[in-house]
């Protein structure tokens, strides 16, 4: 809202206060002096016009008999006792004809003659300076004359004049003691505004929202008060509850900006982070032509204690490696976690590559022996690749893919080791990446194909089933070995697809053998932990049982032991669904992982798969003898059938035999062949079982006893 004066928004309150009410006061004085002034005036002026009337008619009455007898003389001395009235100023006695009959005027008057209206024969008229008053004169009822006389007006002015002054005086007076008064009265309306805004600019000042007003009244200003303090508690309030807010706000972006800089599991940086600092160390290497070296480290076989022992161990054992490496760097070395089981360190002014390879074998060194998580005993190790800047190459992102394929290399050479970039190492990589990119069209382009190896019953020797084992032959590349691919497909999803063309193909083939052979054929397939964790996994297998005809009691799934280890409820889940349709499920390389008995007994398994490297040896390493005969024993405890791997001499046959190992394959007995050879060596074999008219091993074989959950009427 504007104010009516502008100029006055520079006073304080009580100034204005005492203005407005001066203003008012003053004003109505001086209208009251004036209405006053006005009345007096009026007033004074009827009396002036009574006075004179009397005069008038009393010289009216005496002047008629000089009028009657033609006397001048009489009527001018009759006119000269107006001498002793000061306010005539002139008078004059007319005849009926308007002929001046006798006169007097005062020495002061002013000259002029006489003259007397017509309308005015009989009353009177102002004027600014006097007034002028006519009266006929009358003889018994007959007019004979007129009297004009001139009263001066001064006297009037200087008696009103005279009052002003009085009144003016008094006013003043009043005007004075209504100051002194106002003066006091408005404290009572100032005072506590002054106040309110004293404190207003204290708490604007000094940030204090606890400050109160006094109450002192309950009018309007005491609920301007109560008002100020009501305001000032809420905004004490909100200033709690906005310092509050802008707390956790600050505290939740310190989170995010740790959660977005900082790994949650180890507490280390991130690969954001890790991406500024590799900047920055280049910019200073560029200055101080030092080189910087980049190490990308991989914790080997990490997946099998993630899926063994489960995420939570892997989590400890994280933390755990981040501690161990970061107590043997120096102060200046970042370390970072760049991936799921990968981290990154960055040396900066080092002068060669021997002083990175120092620290890596330091990194090494502190993870070797044995490490307690959970009450389980973990074993790790660690691969390591190293590139250099700006000697490998002057590239950031060239820099990351060098250490990356070092690493890669680390681990092709058998693992916990370091291995320095080399120029050819690029060779590799984009080997590596070329085989990726035709793995992914091996399937469209129909370059799979399978091998089976004859699975050998003890005793009898004779052919029960095979093993599926898939094989790739690239019109390019030729035959790629399975080491090379299958690892490859596990890490890009490949093995998805893969696997469920392997599981078709492998039971379109057991039921081709099944028709025409005399006896079951077992058809043995390895199913990937990934593959496994498909949440649909079961209806597809059941849906290529179906299709192909194939009975489920002669399919086996050979499942890892990771998948084992993770033993939740969905995989036991799957596990019993697939063991209520009829198929068996095998343990492919046990002893090579953290099986245990308890977890044998939660699973409907049939079959326990010894491992190769256990079989290598035998019978001569008496160590690999003692964990042969243990399986074996377990096994047979747990009403299991086993199956040994790699055999490979004539000796191990015979021990495992000796041992009452159910079953065995490898290259002594046959080498993974096409299914047309497979086929010749099961009919060979039919053919002699006809010959010998040996009674058939169905039920003998296949269903003695070693799938102890069913048994099939004959």
């Known amino acids: 809202m504007k104010l009516a004066f502008p100029e006055m928004g520079r006073y304080s309150i009580r100034t204005k206060l005492l ?23 009026v007033s004074g002026r009827a009396v002036m016009v009574e006075d004179m009337r009397a005069q008038v008619s009393m010289i009216a009455s005496n002047s008629t008999a000089a009028l009657v007898f033609n006397d001048p003389r009489a009527a001018n001395e009759i006119l000269s006792a107006l001498r002793a009235s000061p306010m005539v100023r002139r008078a004059a006695l007319f005849t009926l004809d308007r002929q001046v009959f006798a006169s007097y005027q005062r020495d002061t008057a002013e000259a002029g003659p006489m003259i007397i209206s017509t309308e005015n024969e009989n009353g009177h008229a102002f004027a600014l300076s006097y007034l002028d008053i006519y009266q006929n004169v009358f003889v018994e009822n007959k007019r004979v004359g007129i009297l004009y006389l001139r009263a001066d007006m001064k006297p009037l002015y200087l008696r009103l004049l005279w009052n002003g002054v009085i009144v003016s005086v008094l006013a003043l007076v009043a005007l004075a003691v209504g100051f002194v008064v106002l003066n006091r009265l408005q404290r009572t309306i100032s005072l506590p505004i002054i106040h309110l805004a004293d404190l207003a600019r204290q708490v604007s000042e000094k940030r204090d929202y606890s400050i109160r007003s006094p109450v002192e009244s309950a009018d309007e200003i005491g ?23 802008l707390m ?7 989170r995010l900006d740790h959660l977005a800089n900082y790994d949650t599991v180890t507490g280390l940086p991130n690969r954001y982070y890790f991406n500024d600092r590799l900047s920055m160390a280049l910019s ?121 394929t070092a690493m890669y290399h ?35 382009r129909n370059e799979f194909h ?165 079989v290598r040896d035998l019978p001569d390493d008496g160590d690999d003898a003692a964990i042969t005969e243990a399986i074996i024993a377990m096994a047979k405890s747990l009403k299991l059938s086993v199956t040994a791997e790699g055999v490979e001499t004539e000796e191990q046959a015979l021990y495992l035999e000796e041992k009452s190992c159910n079953r065995c394959q490898g290259f002594y007995f046959s080498r993974p062949a096409p299914a047309l050879e497979i086929t010749a060596k099961l009919q060979k074999s039919n053919a002699i079982k006809i010959q010998e008219n040996k009674i058939p091993l169905y039920q003998r074989l296949l269903w003695d006893g070693s799938h102890r959950k069913r048994r099939p009427n004959p």
Not at 21 to 40: K, P, R, S, Y
Not at 376 to 395: A, F, K, N, R
Not at 426 to 439: D, I, S, V
Request: with cysteine; net charge negative.
């Open 223 to 245: 609920e301007l008060a109560k008002s100020f303090n009501e305001m000032l508690k809420q905004i004490q309030t909100r200033d709690a509850e906005l310092a509050h807010e």
């Open 284 to 404: 200073r290497s560029n200055q101080s032509h030092e080189l910087v070296a980049l190490m990308f480290l991989d914790l080997d076989n990490f997946k099998i204690v993630n899926d063994t022992l489960g995420h939570h161990v892997g989590d400890e054992l994280l933390h755990y490696v981040a501690h161990r490496l970061q107590a043997v760097l120096r102060p200046g070395d970042a370390i970072c976690r760049v991936g799921g089981d990968e981290f990154a360190i960055i040396l900066e002014n080092l002068t060669d590559a021997s002083q990175a390879e120092m620290v890596a074998h330091k990194c090494m060194k502190s993870l070797s022996g044995a490490m307690d998580f959970s009450g389980h005993g973990v074993y790790i190790s660690v691969s390591i690749g190293i590139s250099l800047y700006p000697q490998d190459t002057t590239d950031m992102h060239e820099l990351l893919k060098n250490a990356d």
């Open 450 to 614: 399978l091998h089976y190896q004859p699975l050998i019953q003890f005793p009898g020797r004779e052919i029960v089933g095979v093993e599926a084992l898939i094989r790739w032959m690239h019109p390019e590349l030729g035959v790629v070995n399975p080491a090379d691919f299958i690892p490859l497909a596990e890490e890009t999803g490949l093995i998805i697809p893969i696997g469920a063309w392997v599981l078709q193909t492998a039971c379109e083939q057991a039921k081709a053998w099944n028709d025409m052979s005399l006896e079951p054929i077992i058809m043995a397939v390895n199913l990937s932990g990934r593959q496994f964790k498909e949440k649909n996994i079961v209806a597809e297998i059941l849906s290529v049982l179906k299709k192909t005809g194939l009975d489920p009691r002669l399919l086996e799934l050979e499942l890892t032991e990771s998948i084992l280890m993770e033993n939740d409820s969905s995989t036991i889940a799957k596990m019993r669904e697939l063991d209520r349709a009829g198929i068996r499920l095998s343990v492919d390389d046990f002893g090579t992982g953290y099986s245990s008995m308890t977890t044998l007994k939660n699973f409907p398994i049939s079959i326990l798969k010894v491992d190769r490297s256990f």
């Open 19 to 41: 203005t407005i009410n001066f203003v008012t006061i003053g004003t109505v004085l001086f209208l009251l002096t004036i209405i006053l002034q006005g009345i007096g005036f």
């Open 248 to 254: 956790e706000r600050k505290k939740a972006e310190q």
């Open 410 to 444: 680390a681990k092709a050479k058998g693992k916990n080791t370091c291995q320095v970039f080399l120029s050819e190492m690029k060779g590799m990589a984009q080997k590596r990446l070329t085989l990726e990119t035709n793995l992914r069209r091996a399937i469209e």
